[in-house]
């Protein structure tokens, strides 16, 4: 028997475009496999030549899912260019409205594009796989879902202006205070929203039982884990330093300065991807690899910092048995706990009488030439560098997306499913819709997915290694 | 110098008898009658130089369509604003505009505030009729206050028109040929260096669009102050 390439394209139920190759030996046992990201976006190209003022709107356009987390990092590297301190209502409103977008993007993952995985089994027949059945056979869970998005989406229409690419986030702090009835308004969602989250949280517990073999082999293995965390050891998606630690917990880099950040990540560059491939520059390449985003936050942070979530961190973290938890089937896991961190935490910054103070704002000129934002997307940590001339023109920019620091733990994630799942003489639909859902464990946003049009479908070519096609699976 | 007498002219727009002064141009007169015709490059209160072709109208017996703008009205002649052939032609000179430089609405400092958007709501362009170019221009950022982002320029020169005829500097003016032409300050320098400029602003609150705007100001958070040319020419006895 010759040997045999497999070819998932694209990668459904993601953020952005993938295909997923999967190379067959002689027997037709799984060699290796690979997530190519096949769209070119050149952000850091042309935003060269701009003005700084433009690079919140600008990269904000990197993605429709999470436009906040673009604006967050570029206003946060611009006030270090201005260097400047925004005011505190400008800080907590920002914070307000990061959270909200991670609360609606881990929404988005659980009901819209992981939870068929979860109801119907991951063997079930692709024409349910997808929210439009989840409406028909559990309505109140489809609705909680939108519902629940919704609600983030709300908050960042309110404080930023528009639910996609909002404005309000601005260089110096934030474009406007909140005003009271904002926030009674935000503040009157809330128990609802807890209300769908818990039960989500609830839903997902009492069936994770059936997926064992899953949790086994989806994405678990030892990595490095990276996030952004408070000096006091709790979570942080705003402000906080970066911290690095093993598999085993063991904390490698304490406190490090985001404006450092190339002194501890490399950047390597695949030829068959157009997503780069960061990893931890003491370890080298591919050793450094390191995972980020829900997972990576709450192995890192020893507490939420918020009652609910904290209750609920604790069970997470028996999971690990006082070692980091290693298994991206997880991810799911933390997400969901993130999403009654968000809403408690929004809750408390909104009560912060601090928060609708009048000064959410201060002006500067450039004072700087290079400046690093940084934040917590809701897929890991998020970086953009820029270098300005003294006038503001932009020479050089350098994006490290939150979910490039996982794509030498995505590889390895599919390989290890396909080789657990995959058989190459009797190839499943089941099996392939596995390796796809660990990708979908990671939530990556592999840029801008509201450019998708149309019904997304699913092609998998079995090629042989002249790259004949000898089988073709479609899905659509 | 011999001043030709203003007379009264009666001529028909849209099939309706109007009547104005031999001075007056077309758009004038149409205005006074309550006829609304496209502008972009017009300014009230500056001298007309038909540079953009938005306002053009057919006269009978013309083969070629005529700006109202710069057009002084005839005895007699008859002129139509709007038809399918106008509209069209309209469309398409907004089309090249977009095509001619690099306008991308949702991130820019005049988005919700600029005139070329407007005109495309008002004109119902959906998408540009002709492919763009992505031609890039240097921005000029020397300014301490003011930027320069050809990428945004249509050429309308209200700005030159503003500095020569209201400011009374004429530091600003057109350099180059065709796609390429800009607008440069002195003899093509750094807006900074510039020495003729007096950095009233003028020029950065009459632009239509995001080319001229100031400096530190993200999107769409531009300042624009289009009206006070007008109560500024008023309060010289202009008007």
Redesign the interface.
């Known amino acids: 028997m010759e040997n045999k390439k497999i070819i998932i394209d694209p990668v459904t139920r993601i953020e952005g475009h993938a295909k997923i190759t999967i190379d067959l030996d002689c027997d037709g046992k799984v060699e290796d496999a690979k997530i190519h990201v096949t769209q070119y976006r050149g952000f850091e190209k042309f935003c060269e030549?701009?003005?700084y003022?433009?690079m919140?709107?600008?990269t904000a356009?990197t993605c429709g899912i999470c436009p906040v987390s673009h604006v967050v990092a570029s206003t946060k590297a611009i006030d270090e260019i201005l260097a400047v301190t925004p005011p505190q209502a400008g800080i907590n409103i920002r914070k307000i409205i990061n959270l909200a977008q991670i609360l609606q993007s881990h929404t988005l993952n659980f009901f819209h594009l992981s939870s068929p995985d979860f109801i119907y089994g991951f063997d079930a027949p692709k024409e349910d796989r997808n929210i439009f059945k989840m409406m028909q056979t559990h309505p109140v869970m489809a609705k909680d879902g939108i519902i629940l998005r919704a609600f983030g989406q709300k908050i960042i229409e309110e404080l930023g202006g528009k639910r996609i690419?909002p404005?309000g986030i601005?260089?110096g702090g934030a474009a406007k205070k909140i005003e009271e009835s904002q926030k009674e308004m935000i503040l009157k969602e809330i128990p609802n929203a807890m209300k769908i989250a818990q039960g989500a949280l609830k839903y997902f517990k009492e069936n994770l039982h059936k997926f064992q073999k899953e949790i086994d082999s989806f994405a678990t293995f030892p990595s490095l884990f990276m996030a952004l965390i408070n000096p006091d050891g709790t979570l942080e998606h705003y402000d906080g330093v970066l911290r690095f630690i093993d598999s085993e917990g063991n904390i490698l880099e304490e406190g490090i300065d985001p404006q450092n950040y190339k002194d501890y990540i490399g950047e390597a560059v695949e030829e068959d991807s157009y997503l780069k491939s960061p990893y931890y520059k003491p370890l080298g390449y591919p050793m450094g690899m390191y995972r980020v985003g829900a997972l990576a936050r709450l192995n890192i942070a020893s507490t939420c910092g918020t009652p609910l979530a904290d209750e609920e961190l604790k069970n997470f973290k028996a999971l690990g048995g006082g070692k980091p938890v290693l298994n991206s089937f997880y991810y799911h896991y933390a997400r969901l706990i993130e999403i009654i961190y968000a809403i408690e935490k929004i809750e408390e910054l909104l009560n912060d009488d601090e928060t609708i103070s009048e000064t959410v704002r201060r002006?500067s000129?450039v004072s700087k030439n290079r400046g690093v934002g940084c934040s917590e997307a809701p897929r890991g940590t998020l970086f953009h560098e820029y270098h300005v001339?003294k006038?503001?023109?932009i020479t050089a920019v350098n994006l490290i997306i939150a979910t490039g620091n996982n794509n030498l733990a995505m590889n390895a994630g599919i390989k290890q499913a396909a080789l657990a799942f995959v058989d190459g003489n009797n190839i499943t639909d089941g099996a392939l819709n596995r390796v796809e859902a660990v990708i979908r464990c990671f939530d990556p946003c592999l840029s801008c997915s509201t450019h998708a049009l149309g019904i997304v479908s699913s092609k998998i070519e079995v090629r042989d290694h002249n790259k004949n096609i000898i089988k073709v699976i479609e899905r659509n | 110098m011999i001043r030709e007498k203003v007379r009264v002219k009666t001529f028909k727009i849209n099939g309706v008898d109007v009547t104005g002064q031999s001075n007056q141009t077309i758009l004038e007169v149409a205005r006074d009658n309550g006829i609304e015709i496209p502008t972009l490059c017009h300014l009230e209160g500056l001298s007309c130089v038909g540079s953009c072709r938005m306002c053009i109208v057919e006269i009978k017996g013309s083969r070629e369509p005529t700006p109202a703008c710069t057009a002084k009205i005839k005895e007699g002649i008859e002129v139509t604003t709007n038809s399918s052939k106008i509209e069209a032609t309209r469309k398409m000179i907004l089309s090249m505009m977009f095509s001619e430089r690099t306008h991308t609405c949702s991130t820019c400092v005049a988005n919700g505030d600029c005139e070329l958007q407007n005109k495309s709501v008002e004109l119902e362009l959906q998408h540009s009729q002709v492919p763009y170019l992505n031609k890039r221009f240097e921005i000029d950022a020397s300014h301490k206050n003011f930027v320069n982002d050809p990428n945004r320029c249509i050429l309308c020169t209200r700005c030159i028109r503003v500095c020569d005829e209201i400011e009374g500097a004429h530091a600003l003016d057109l350099a180059g040929r065709g796609l390429s032409t800009r607008i440069i300050h002195d003899m093509d320098e750094p807006w900074a260096d510039s020495q003729s400029c007096t950095s009233c602003g003028k020029c950065v609150y009459v632009c239509p669009t995001g080319a001229l705007y100031e400096k530190d100001v993200s999107e769409e958070e531009v300042i624009k102050k289009r009206g006070i040319i007008l109560e500024l020419v008023k309060n010289r006895g202009k008007y």
Do not use: D, L, Q
């Open positions: 030549g701009r003005m003022t433009e919140p709107a600008i356009r690419h404005t601005t260089p002006t000129k001339t006038e503001g023109v």
